[in-house]
C-alpha cells in the first residue's frame, strides 16, 4: 500500500454507494490521471445530531452497516474508506481540517438540502478554500435538481400535478445518466492516518436493521427485480397493506444506497412502453418518485418548513389539541380503530408502514384527535427506517391540510370505511392485532359493533363527532383568514 503525497477525498454522507455516485468517479478518475495522488472515501457518524434530528435508531444501525459493507467493497475498487465516529456537525469541520494537513487537495461530496447541512457545507467550502482546498459538490439528491422544474414566470411550483407535468417532459429531453463505478486506484492505508488525527473508528450498530440487506448488490437486484416483476401490478396492489405490493426500496434512497436516477433508468430499462400509460404500475411508481423530488424542490425554496412551519401560514393559527394521553395512545396502537392500531404496531416492531396506512394514521391523529400534525411527524422520524424529511414533513402536511398540494380540509378520512376497502379479510389487521383474529372479517374492521364485549381496546373518539369538530376548527381559521 502506498503513500500518496495528494489525496481526492469523497465525504460520503448520502451517497452510500459505488455506482452511480458522481463524487467517488470523479475523485477516481482525478487520482487516475495523476501517479502521485489517491482516493480517499470519509464517511462521519454524528449520533448525538442524528438524535436531535429525531433519526430512527434502526435509520441510525442500518447507516452504520451499510458504511461497514461499503468499506469491504471499495476495498476491491483499491480506495480506503475512512469510517469515523463522531459526534456533531461541528466535529466534521476539524476532522475535514485534519484531513487539509494530511494532504487533501480536493474535496468532492454530493449535496444535502436542509437547512443545518446547507449552513454546515457553507461554513466547511469556505474553511477549505481559503486554505487552497478545491472543493467540488455534486447535485444528484434529485433526477430533476431544485430550480431546473420552474413554472413560466420561473417559479417554484406549489401544486404536484403541473410539476410533473413538467418534470416529465423534461425527462423525455433529456438522457438520465447513472456514473459507472470508479475505476481502482492505488490502495492507501488509512489507518495511520485516523491514528495521526486521533479519530475514533466508526460504531458497530445495535442490529435493529438486520431485516434489511445492506450489500450494494443486493439491493440493485432487488430494484431489478421489482420493475421486472412487480411493478406492472403496482397500481392494483400499492394500496393493500396485507399484499408485497411496494417497492420496500425507501430505506434505500433514504441513505443513499439507491440513487433516484438509478430507479428511472432502471424503470425506463423494463418497462418500455408501459411507462407512458398513464394508469400502468410503472408510471405509477414513476409519479411516486417524482412526489419525492417534488417534496424536495418544495423543501429547498421554502426553507422555513425545516423549523416544522405550516406551508399555508393561515393554518398556524388553528388551535390543535394539546392531548398527552391521547397521542400516547396513538403511538402506540391503542386507539380502538383497528386499522390505526395495526399500522402503528407495524412501524413501532418494524420501523416500516406501508404508505396507505402512513395516510390513515396521520389523517387519525390531525383529523380525528385534533392533535398537532407536528407531534406524528416527529414521532414517524422517530421511527421510520427510510425517514427523510422532506417527503415525510410533505406527506404529514398533506394529511394535515396545511401544506402545498393538500388535501382538502373537509377531506377526512373514514378509519372503518379506508378499513373495509384497503384490507377487506382483514389480513393485516390480523397479522398485527392476533387477539382480534376470532372476530369475523366484518366485525374486525370494528369491533365496537358487537353487542358481546370484544375485549378489544374502547375507541378514544367518536369519529362522526371528531369530524364535526375538525371542521370547525378549520373554519375558524379560514374565516378569520377572509
Request: proline share 4%; net charge positive; with cysteine.
Given at each position: 500500500?502506498?503513500?500518496?503525497?495528494?489525496?481526492?477525498?469523497?465525504?460520503?454522507?448520502?451517497?452510500?454507494?459505488?455506482y452511480d455516485n458522481a463524487?467517488?468517479?470523479?475523485?477516481?478518475?482525478?487520482?487516475?490521471?495523476?501517479?502521485?495522488?489517491?482516493?480517499?472515501?470519509?464517511?462521519?457518524?454524528?449520533?448525538?445530531?442524528?438524535?436531535?434530528?429525531?433519526?430512527?435508531?434502526?435509520?441510525?444501525?442500518?447507516?452504520r452497516?451499510?458504511?461497514?459493507?461499503?468499506?469491504?467493497?471499495?476495498?476491491?475498487?483499491?480506495?480506503?474508506?475512512?469510517?469515523?465516529?463522531a459526534e456533531t456537525y461541528q466535529d466534521c469541520s476539524t476532522i475535514l481540517a485534519g484531513l487539509a494537513q494530511a494532504g487533501m487537495v480536493t474535496l468532492y461530496g454530493q449535496t444535502e438540502y436542509e437547512l443545518r447541512e446547507q449552513q454546515r457545507d457553507k461554513v466547511i467550502t469556505k474553511q477549505l478554500q481559503d486554505d487552497g482546498i478545491t472543493v467540488n459538490w455534486y447535485d444528484r439528491l434529485c433526477v430533476m435538481p431544485p430550480g431546473s422544474i420552474v413554472t413560466q414566470n420561473g417559479d417554484t411550483y406549489k401544486v404536484f400535478t403541473p410539476f410533473k407535468k413538467t418534470w416529465l417532459s423534461r425527462l423525455y429531453e433529456q438522457e438520465i445518466r447513472c456514473f459507472p463505478r470508479p475505476k481502482a486506484t492505488e490502495l492507501i492505508d488509512a489507518e495511520p492516518l485516523a491514528k495521526q488525527l486521533g479519530l475514533s473508528a466508526i460504531r458497530a450498530g445495535d442490529g435493529s436493521s438486520a431485516d434489511w440487506p445492506v450489500a450494494e448488490q443486493q439491493v440493485l437486484d432487488k430494484l431489478r427485480n421489482f420493475c421486472q416483476q412487480q411493478v406492472a401490478d403496482y397500481n392494483e396492489q400499492r394500496d393493500f397493506p396485507a399484499l408485497d405490493g411496494t417497492s420496500r426500496l425507501s430505506a434505500y434512497l433514504a441513505c443513499g444506497v439507491l440513487s433516484a436516477q438509478q430507479c428511472v433508468n432502471r424503470l425506463q430499462l423494463e418497462a418500455g412502453a408501459a411507462l407512458e400509460q398513464e394508469k400502468s404500475g410503472a408510471s405509477v411508481?414513476?409519479?411516486?418518485?417524482i412526489w419525492r423530488e417534488f417534496y424536495k424542490h418544495i423543501l429547498v425554496a421554502y426553507p422555513d418548513l425545516?423549523?416544522?412551519?405550516?406551508?399555508?401560514?393561515?393554518?398556524?393559527?388553528?388551535?390543535?389539541?394539546d392531548d398527552k394521553s391521547m397521542?400516547?395512545?396513538?403511538?402506540?396502537?391503542?386507539?380502538?380503530?383497528?386499522?390505526?392500531?395495526?399500522?402503528?404496531?407495524?412501524?413501532?416492531?418494524?420501523?416500516?408502514?406501508?404508505?396507505?396506512?402512513?395516510?390513515?394514521?396521520?389523517?387519525?391523529l390531525v383529523k380525528d384527535l385534533q392533535i398537532d400534525w407536528r407531534w406524528g411527524e416527529q414521532y414517524?422520524?422517530?421511527?421510520?427506517?427510510?425517514?427523510?424529511?422532506?417527503?415525510?414533513?410533505?406527506?404529514?402536511?398533506?394529511?394535515?391540510s396545511t401544506g402545498t398540494d393538500a388535501a382538502p380540509y373537509f377531506?377526512?378520512?373514514?378509519?372503518?370505511?379506508?378499513?373495509?376497502?384497503?384490507?377487506?379479510?382483514?389480513?393485516?389487521?390480523?397479522?398485527?392485532?392476533?387477539?382480534?383474529?376470532?372476530?369475523?372479517?366484518?366485525?374486525?374492521?370494528w369491533p365496537h359493533r358487537k353487542t358481546t364485549p370484544s375485549g378489544y381496546w374502547p375507541a378514544i373518539v367518536d369519529h362522526s363527532e371528531a369530524r364535526k369538530l375538525t371542521l370547525e376548527l378549520f373554519s375558524e381559521v379560514k374565516k378569520s383568514d377572509e
Open positions: 500500500m502506498a503513500k500518496k503525497n495528494q489525496l481526492h477525498v469523497v465525504w460520503l454522507r448520502n451517497d452510500l454507494r459505488s463524487a467517488l468517479y470523479y475523485a477516481a478518475t482525478a487520482a487516475n490521471d495523476n501517479a502521485d495522488s489517491a482516493v480517499l472515501a470519509v464517511y462521519i457518524a454524528t449520533p448525538k445530531t442524528w438524535q436531535q434530528h429525531q433519526m430512527a435508531p434502526r435509520k441510525q444501525d442500518l447507516i452497516r451499510r458504511v461497514l459493507q461499503m468499506q469491504t467493497e471499495l476495498a476491491r475498487q483499491n480506495i480506503a474508506l475512512l469510517a469515523l465516529e411508481w414513476l409519479s411516486e418518485l425545516i423549523k416544522h412551519k405550516p406551508f399555508q401560514a393561515d393554518t398556524a393559527a388553528i388551535r390543535w389539541r397521542f400516547k395512545a396513538w403511538c402506540e396502537g391503542k386507539t380502538g380503530y383497528p386499522i390505526v392500531d395495526a399500522a402503528m404496531r407495524q412501524l413501532n416492531q418494524t420501523g416500516w408502514m406501508h404508505n396507505r396506512l402512513r395516510m390513515i394514521t396521520a389523517s387519525f414517524f422520524m422517530s421511527q421510520l427506517i427510510d425517514g427523510e424529511f422532506a417527503a415525510n414533513n410533505g406527506g404529514w402536511q398533506w394529511a394535515a377531506r377526512i378520512f373514514n378509519p372503518v370505511t379506508q378499513s373495509e376497502r384497503f384490507d377487506p379479510d382483514a389480513e393485516f389487521i390480523k397479522k398485527y392485532i392476533p387477539e382480534l383474529a376470532r372476530l369475523t372479517d366484518k366485525e374486525i374492521h
